[in-house]
């Protein structure tokens, strides 16, 4: 068999296609979808790699099919994720859950496009991302990550794969349409490896039992002799059903909401620029981070003290980070390809202390940098006024 | 071999869907309708595991009868066994897509006025190529179909015919003694090589069962999967 990924290449693709090859580079082996638009060329990609390093590619009958067909091949024994957009990662939601509530270490690919319902299907949006939170029912935690480019389309994958085993947790993808249709070149570093996934003892094995940090030690497959009792209810560290267990109810919830947000710290990824002394900060995320950045260079053109942060990890929010780098602004603005809703996680981050300005885009477009930059303006002559 | 190292057990959920729970082997209770999606994944995963599904009559063609037909028609290497006991029994007795006509529930309280599925017709002709159909009181040859079922190399449905006496006995036929039950599922039944030469009328009302089809040609299809990509290769 030949080299699986050509590692240490350039290549010019698409966002959709530098998702594949990073998913095959971390040792994703199974992928099952459903077509949709602008996901669609994720599953072709998949169909297309997969079989070509001994992986399995299933268009299955829906999309809730398809996260469970991941979640199963998943205790099988391989890496799995699947992908779709708005429609479709709406019916995957009690599958969602059910990841979270088993551990399942799947990978969720979100390319998103306008909604709600059919919505626009083949323009942007970033509506989903509370979804991605909050989108199953019942308490629980995910991580999402938001690429702005395809290189960041490449490198999130990688490590949601990377994430997805360490925390025993669905881990989305919030990508979009920008993203996923972008064609440009993308750097596929060398020395990748597939991301392990740690066998337990087998001696007493419990395949709930967690360490001090909430996190179950790696994960056993089926059929190696564990003898594992995978249990959608909420359940004993033995795996067995504890409904009617309060006690053991409780601290199962509270030790997967807590496994993520007690790690927030380490997952934050934040990219920054001009933050120094900026006076103006752009907190971007997904496809507007890019005009965010043109706009607050112009703005420094124009000797505005604009800067600029590009969060990556966007669950858990990084806000204690949003604080602290915010601490010597006077005004955020939040560009967001939606009716304005991250722009209240910033606003809860930084607790009335800091002027907090919402940018929404609706109708499927991005804003251009002028747009950005416009409002960067007004705020600057507000405060000097 | 242990038959731990080979066998995966899935549960859909309602009352059946925990029989496998009880069963000392690699278990996965998963989603209501869901559990031939989770089956395929974990069957694709390693094509040398035998996987069974435990599903209800409603969990398998009411909410998961999609997946079902699609299973069927993949003709992939499950066994499933769906405990049809004609009503949702979990939830304390709704009707269900097998519920007979007329039947009174606690959501057809004036009589069901749908007509109910035939899951094994259904299972054959969405590409099943093991059907069979057996009651609870035909315990030694269900147990004899089901090792058949496993060792089958392609989707195997076994219906089973349950008397369900908290449910459906007491709600649709107003008979809650499960002996009583056992006797009018015995009752209503033949075994489809004695129904061979039987008239009309003696077939009239009965329900067969035995196993009811059987195909080894088509093919199975995860190791087909397995076999065809073999000859690729990736390459820069
Ligand atoms: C999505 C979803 N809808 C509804 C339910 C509630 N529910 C649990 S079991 C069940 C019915 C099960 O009936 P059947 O499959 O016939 O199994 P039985 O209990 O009769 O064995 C329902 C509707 C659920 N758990 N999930």
Redesign the interface.
């Known amino acids: ?4 990924v ?1 590692q240490g ?1 350039v290549k010019i693709i698409q966002g959709n296609e530098a998702i594949v090859e990073a998913a095959i580079a971390a040792g994703c ?2 992928f ?1 979808g459903y077509p949709i638009t602008p996901a669609s060329e994720i599953a072709e990609a998949m169909a297309q ?1 997969l ?4 992986g ?1 590619f ?1 268009q ?3 999309e ?3 996260i ?11 890496k ?1 994720c699947t992908a779709s957009s708005g429609p479709g990662i709406s019916l995957k939601q ?2 969602v859950g ?1 990841a979270a509530v088993v551990e399942a270490p799947i990978v969720i690919i979100n390319v998103m496009r306008g909604g709600p319902a059919t919505g626009m299907p083949t323009a942007p949006g970033q509506q989903d991302i509370l979804q991605a939170k909050y989108g199953s029912h019942g308490d629980y935690e995910i991580i999402a990550l938001m690429p702005s480019s395809c290189q960041e389309a490449f490198d999130l994958t990688y490590k949601a794969f990377v994430l997805a085993e360490k925390y025993r947790v669905p881990v989305y993808i919030l990508s979009d349409e920008i993203v996923g249709h972008t064609r440009e070149k993308v750097r596929i570093p060398a020395g990748l490896k597939p991301v392990e996934r740690k066998k337990p003892p087998k001696e007493g094995y419990q395949p709930f039992k967690a360490g001090d940090d909430g996190l179950l030690d790696g994960m056993p ?13 909420l359940h004993d560290e033995n795996g067995n ?1 504890a409904a009617h267990l309060p006690e053991v109810c409780a601290k199962l919830t509270e030790r997967l909401c807590k496994k993520i947000t007690n790690h927030a710290d380490q997952l934050v990824d934040i990219e920054t620029s001009f933050l120094d002394d900026a006076e103006i900060v752009v907190v971007s995320f997904g496809s507007p981070a890019r005009p965010s950045l043109r706009a607050v260079k112009d703005a420094r053109e124009k000797n505005i003290r604009a800067g600029y942060i590009k969060i990556r990890t966007i669950w858990p929010f990084p806000e204690k980070k949003i604080a602290e780098l915010a601490a010597k602004a006077h005004t955020l603005i939040v560009p967001e390809l939606n009716i304005g809703r991250m722009v209240n996680e910033v606003k809860r981050a930084v607790a009335g202390q800091v002027e907090v300005v919402s940018l929404p885009k609706l109708g499927g477009l991005l804003h251009t940098p002028g747009e950005i930059l416009a409002e960067i303006e007004r705020r600057a002559t507000v405060c000097t006024r | 071999m242990d038959i731990r190292d080979k066998v995966a057990l899935v549960g859909g959920i309602g009352c059946s869907g925990w029989i496998p729970v009880y069963i000392d082997v690699d278990t996965l209770h998963v989603l209501h309708g869901r559990a031939i999606p989770f089956a395929s994944g974990l069957k694709m995963s390693d094509p040398s595991r035998k996987v069974i599904v435990f599903t209800g009559d409603g969990d398998c063609l009411g909410i998961g009868g999609n997946h079902f037909i699609h299973g069927a028609r993949r003709n992939i290497d499950i066994t499933v066994i769906m405990v049809h006991n004609q009503i949702y029994g979990m939830t304390g007795g709704q009707v269900a897509p097998t519920t007979p006509s007329h039947g009174k529930t606690k959501t057809s309280p004036y009589g069901n006025p749908e007509i109910p599925f035939d899951g094994c017709a259904l299972a054959k002709a969405a590409g099943a190529t093991f059907v069979a159909r057996w009651t609870t009181a035909h315990p030694r040859q269900l147990s004899k179909t089901i090792a058949e079922a496993i060792d089958h190399e392609g989707f195997s449905f076994i219906e089973v015919l349950t008397q369900c006496p908290t449910q459906a006995g007491r709600v649709i036929y107003g008979v809650a003694d499960p002996a009583q039950l056992l006797d009018m599922l015995k009752a209503n039944t033949i075994n489809v090589n004695a129904a061979k030469n039987k008239s009309i009328e003696e077939l009239t009302g009965k329900i067969l069962i035995g196993n009811l089809y059987h195909d080894d040609e088509r093919l199975e299809f995860a190791s087909n999967y397995y076999k065809k990509i073999s000859k690729l290769a990736a390459s820069c």
């Open positions: 068999m030949g080299q699986e050509c290449t082996r199974f099952a790699r079989p070509q390093v001994n399995v299933l299955m009958e829906d809730i099919a398809s469970c067909a991941a979640i199963g091949a998943s205790f099988g024994g391989m799995a009690e599958g059910y497959a089926f059929n190696e002799g564990y003898k594992l009792l995978i249990e959608g209810q059903r």
